[in-house]
Structures are given as C-alpha cells and as structure tokens.
C-alpha cells in the first residue's frame, strides 16, 4: 500500500556512511512516494506539484543523489546524452566539431559521449547497435563517408533510432530520412584553387584520401576545377589517408620521384598538409619559396607552423553547433555555413 505524501518539511539526510544515496533516500527525506521522486528526478511527462518538486530537488541535493541514466531514458524514451561518432579523435577536425556539441549540449543541460569508429563500417555500426540501448536523445554521426564500403548495417540500425524518439544527425551523405548537415567542400576548394593560380601557380600535387572518401573527393575534384580553371595543371594526385603521418609519407615518394621549384601542393587537410611541410624540410627544401603548401579546414595548428599555412577555413565549432541543434530543435534548417580563403605564408606566390 502506498503511503500518502506528507507535507511536512524535508527532513535531515539519513544514509548509511558510505553507502550511494538512492531514489528510496530521497522519496524519504522528501515525505513523498517512490513514484513522485522518480517523476521528478528521472523526468517523467506527468505533471507534479511544484511543493513536491521543490522537496525532492531539495533533498536530492542534500544527500547529493545523481539520477540514474537509465531509469531516466524509461521515464523519458531517451537518455540526457547526445552521442558523437567521430572517425578519429586526435583530429583536430574532429575535436573542433566536438567542441561545438558540446556548447549545446551545456545549453541544454545535456550530457556527451564521443565514440570513435576508426572509419570501420562494421566498428561503426557495432556502436551504434550499443548505443540503441542507451537510448541516447541524438545521434550524430560526423566521420567520413565512403562509396565503395558498405554501411548497409548502420543503416539498418539507424532505423530503430526514431521508435523511441531519438534524432540521427549525419554529415556529408544523407542516411534515409534523417537530418542531414552539409559542408561545401567542393566551393570552398574550387575558391582556393583560383586563388592559387591568381598568385602565379601553374602545377600543383594534390595528397587526398584514398578514392571514394566523399569529403576527399569533393576537395580534390573541386581544387581541380578551380586550378585548372585559373591556367594550372594538375601534375599528379597521390592518395593515402587522413593521418599525418600519411601527408609526410606521399609528399617524401613526390620528392623522390622530382619536384620542381615554384611547384604547389594542395593538401586535402589541414594534418595532411602540415605532414607534407615536414618531408618537404625533411629533403633540405623550403616551404614557400620553393615548394608552396596549402590545405583545408583552417585547424589552430595551421597557424602555428612556421611559415603560416595557407587553408580554407571551415567554422567547424559552429557546425558542430548547428549539427546538436538538429538534434533537440523541432523545425530546424541548416543556416548559411560560409567558407573562406586564408592566404597565410606557406603560399608566397610563384616567382614571376
């Protein structure tokens, strides 16, 4: 038999020393039943009255009670958590996006974890399979796109996301109905690749991703575009992947093979350009004057390198923001997301 709820005040915390405080302590110390303090604290619709509230919130916090998240995600259908998937942690490209969920999700008083699928469809989709037993209130999945692997299994996961509330959020390449944030990588790279060849450049070597990476493939083919377009030629694309380590390593085969002073390279990343810089010092070369360098995403350490490297800066934080505010908002669209040439020392320009 339930008890009726008093209306006295709360009474003074009395937990075991050492032992966690539970719901059971603060339905206690508030004077009210089990279901009202859950109501309260796990975020149930129903409604309670306010004197009630104000109780439980009161001894919850003198006992220093914590809800449980997934007491929480069965009174609500989701979770207080936004879930991130990025494809590597230490890119600063994807740490800048995560600083951008972040901001909202403290708006909102919601919480983030960041799983990280190593661009591994099957590690991707086993996470998301996971994380559906989390419940989580949004999804986003912000790692790269390839057309030739097979995501059909995250994609038959995704479909269980929507039956108990939870938003799916995807960059790059829209996933059945689910919202979608775009990046104009193409626009932003055919901008720098005019720019290049207004500073007097006429052959350029492109370091990409491997074929099929769409955010690779946009920046290569609309770099191309734009190149070309200026008066340049294309001298060769080397492909590899978004490491660093993966920049150096091409950049070292292009100068084993000959590279020609006054020649560009355009890295499709900020991380891969700057690998690119260390083998071209590496040779006993010089960034700027003989080999220029320049890549994408604008990354704080392409200002810290020395000298400056030229980029495309993308608002990353601001699109993480706006890829969590698809997540909560109901009647969200996408707002402009402009990119932006920053010309910096790594491009002095081609003798004349």
């Not at 038959?156 to 929507?162: H, P, Q, T, V």
């Not at 492909?239 to 390593?249: K, L």
């Not at 495309?312 to 707002?335: K, N």
């Amino acid at each position: 038999m339930t008890l009726p709820e008093s209306s006295s005040r709360v009474r003074q915390p009395r937990t075991a020393r050492g032992a966690a405080p539970t719901l059971h302590d603060v339905a206690r110390e508030a004077g009210v039943s089990l279901a009202t303090a859950s109501r309260v604290l796990n975020g149930s619709e129903r409604k309670v009255a306010e004197s009630f509230r104000e109780r439980v919130e009161q001894a919850a916090a003198a006992l220093g009670y914590t809800a449980n998240v997934s007491a929480q995600a069965t009174a609500r259908g989701t979770s207080p958590v936004i879930a991130l998937l990025v494809a590597d942690i230490a890119d600063p490209y994807f740490g800048l996006i995560a600083a951008g969920v972040a901001r909202g999700a403290d708006e909102q008083g919601l919480v983030v974890s960041i799983s990280v699928t190593e661009r591994d469809p099957a590690r991707e989709a086993r996470i998301v399979r996971a994380l559906r037993g989390q419940r989580p209130q949004g999804l986003i999945i912000a790692a790269s796109r390839s057309t030739g692997e097979d995501f059909s299994a995250t994609e038959a996961e995704l479909d269980g996301f929507g039956r108990f509330g939870s938003r799916v959020v995807t960059f790059g390449a829209r996933v059945g109905d689910n919202r979608l944030v775009e990046i104009d990588n193409r626009s932003g790279a055919e901008d720098l690749g005019r720019r290049m060849g207004a500073l007097g450049y006429r052959s350029a070597i492109v370091v990409g991703a491997a074929p099929g990476v769409l955010t690779s493939d946009e920046r290569v083919a609309g770099f191309t575009s734009g190149f070309e377009e200026a008066g340049g030629t294309i001298d060769r694309v080397l492909r590899g992947d978004f490491r660093r380590e993966s920049g150096a390593e091409a950049m070292a085969a292009a100068l084993a093979d000959g590279v020609d002073p006054g020649t560009l390279v355009f890295g499709m990343s900020d991380v891969i350009a700057i690998g690119a810089m260390s083998a071209i010092r590496a040779a006993g070369r010089e960034v700027g004057a003989d080999i220029a360098v320049c890549g994408f995403d604008d990354v704080p350490s392409a200002m810290d390198v020395s000298p400056a490297l030229t980029t495309v800066r993308v608002p990353l934080s601001e699109i993480g923001y706006q890829a969590f505010r698809a997540t909560v908002d109901e009647d969200w669209r996408q707002t402009s997301l402009p990119l932006e040439v920053i010309e910096r020392g790594s491009t002095p320009g081609a003798a004349a």
